[in-house]
């Protein structure tokens, strides 16, 4: 089989340094391209190499391949790409009579990619004459019957259970009665949108989403081909269709604060940043629509970070440039008002160089938390500082990872908060006792964690997951979102993204969650759009 990593179809023992090995060909998996080679035993991937692979294809017994079958979108040019939107469908044209005897034919639709290992086509058996079904690696999501032998399919990506945001290729098989004859075609791709901006730019740079049902806005940024500056800020709805632009410069960038921060708060208020040469400026949205300005009392070289909070008007903000400046202070973003500073520099006097890494709140307890590393001592804990919001007190909760940290959130009907490292692991906290559970699950790093404090539920990006690069790695891994309880159990592995290759802030939320309707939205590949998933 083909793939990062090479599957014994067939083995056998070697007992003398010479001679030749018979392989019969009706116990290997059907038609396709195999690699042949020699391996200490007991074999797989910790065994040594002796040789490099020899390839041999394996005919089937009608050796015919279907030509490549064509997509198109609402009238589209038919070709070998479409892109359609979430859960929309498109149409697909196929022909198998070139392959003697055939009288149906049936369309695949491979695994997701890119995966992990960046690979775009992941069937496991191309020239292959059985569905891409193995049980190490994702095989294809759907092998659908086609009526007769040539025509035009309409197929919906939903259905398909193609993945958001990802790409899939797609391939037709000639069928005698049911059952497939020949070898697949070649492959053309498909992929179906999560939530893409209009204009085509980047949303890495930060994104909001309500937490009842009702949509958000993202922030869209690129250079354009001809070299334009491009940045946008769109809203949508709860179809993950885009339903306006609030705004598009060719002067100006965009994004939440930071470039990642939380960006919808509680009434629906977003909240974003404009940046050009004259300075940022920190614009309201309320309903969809500019609402004014927002005018922290940080100064130009102070981060300004605020803490997700969908539930009261006083948001918590994280503001400083080092820490004797490090503080808390609340705010009513629509209204533009500011509550007391409380400064946290008495809860960092230990630590040489300490750096954030994540910011929450809990309302129902009052305070505000912030995770620190000190990058001083990155073999030590990081520590999580928490600020009583009406009396400026302090308190400190050790950290069971180290490294730096990356992101915080708390679920507010447990008084739970879950940390991500870039390591292994990740801590689960006890706010109440203060006492933290290292969750280890095979992976990593952990990193963007989120909380949905209706269901008790929080949640952590893998970038990568057990099966990665483990002892048996699967070809077509992906990264996951885990959803965990608050005494650290993993409740499910939803591994259906790729988080490679963008580059995101520690502490910004690329994973929020809808409670309402058990919805989350994460960063899609190279940050060209969000990835809706349920959880």
């Known amino acids: 089989m083909t793939g990062q990593f090479f599957r014994p179809s067939y083995t056998a023992p070697l007992s003398a340094p010479s001679g030749t090995v018979q392989v019969p060909v009706s116990a290997l998996p059907g038609a396709g391209i195999y690699g042949v080679g020699v391996q200490s035993g007991p074999g797989g991937r910790s065994s040594t190499n002796y040789s490099t692979f020899a390839f041999t294809r394996v005919g089937p017994a009608v050796a015919t391949q279907p030509a490549v079958p064509l997509l198109s979108y609402q009238g589209s040019t038919p070709s070998h790409f479409v ?15 070139s392959v003697d005897g055939a009288t149906g034919a049936i369309v ?3 695994a997701a990619g890119p995966t992990n290992f960046n690979n775009y086509n992941p069937f496991n058996n191309p020239n292959g004459s059985k569905r891409d079904q193995i049980a190490t690696d994702f ?15 309409t197929l919906n990506s939903g259905s398909l259970g193609m993945y958001p945001a990802m790409t899939h290729v797609v391939r037709v098989l000639a069928t005698r009665g049911g059952a497939v004859i020949g070898e697949a075609s070649g492959v053309s791709a498909a992929s179906m949108d999560g939530v893409q901006p209009a204009d085509g730019g980047s949303v890495v740079n930060g994104y909001g989403i309500s937490s009842q049902g009702t949509g958000g806005f993202l922030t869209s940024d690129q250079i354009t081909a001809s070299g334009q500056l491009l940045g946008s800020v769109q809203t949508f709805g709860p179809t ?3 339903t306006s632009t609030v705004v598009s410069s060719s002067t100006a960038l965009y994004g939440t604060l930071l470039g990642g921060c939380p960006g919808m708060f509680h009434g629906d208020v977003g909240l974003y940043d404009e940046s050009s040469s004259s300075g940022d400026a920190f614009k309201v949205l309320s309903a969809g629509h500019q609402a004014g300005t927002w005018t922290p009392p940080v100064q130009s070289d102070e981060i300004a970070c605020p803490a997700a909070n969908q539930t009261t008007d006083g948001t918590a903000v994280f503001a400083g440039k080092d820490a004797s400046t490090y503080r808390v202070f609340t705010s009513n973003i629509g209204q533009n008002t500011f509550g007391p500073s409380r400064s946290l520099a008495p809860a960092l006097s230990a630590m040489s160089f300490p750096i954030a890494g ?3 709140q809990n309302t129902k307890t009052g305070d505000a938390l912030v995770v620190f590393a000190d990058v001083a001592n990155l073999g030590g804990p990081p520590s999580i500082v928490s600020v009583h919001l009406s009396d400026g007190s302090l308190r400190t909760i050790p950290g069971v990872t180290t490294f730096f940290a990356e992101g ?21 906290y006890d706010l109440g006792s203060g006492a933290g559970i290292d969750v280890a699950p095979g992976g990593g790093p952990y990193m963007h964690p989120a909380a949905d404090s209706v269901h008790s539920r929080l949640a952590i990006e893998e970038i990568g997951g057990p099966d990665y690069l483990g002892q048996t790695s699967n070809n077509n891994a992906l990264s996951s979102i885990l959803i965990v309880d608050p005494q650290g159990h993993i409740v ?6 790729n988080f490679y290759n963008v580059f995101r802030l520690d502490l910004g939320a690329y994973v929020q969650l809808d409670p309402s309707t058990r919805t989350g939205y994460a960063i899609g590949p190279l940050g060209a759009e969000l990835e809706p998933f349920a959880y």
Not at 84 to 96: A, I, K, T
Not at 139 to 153: E, R
Not at 408 to 428: K, M, Q, R, W
Not at 492 to 497: A, K
């Open 408 to 428: 915080l959130a708390v679920d507010e009907s447990t008084n739970t908060a879950i940390s991500g490292s870039l390591n292994t692991d990740f801590g689960v």
């Open 492 to 497: 499910s592995r939803i591994e259906r993204f």
């Open 358 to 360: 994540g910011v929450a």
């Open 83 to 97: 892109d359609v939107p979430y859960h929309g469908s498109f149409q697909l044209g196929y022909d198998v009579r």
């Open 240 to 242: 993950n269709a885009i």
């Open 139 to 153: 095989g294809s999501v759907a092998f659908v019957a086609l009526p007769g032998t040539h025509g035009t399919a």
């Open 108 to 110: 695949e639709v491979s």
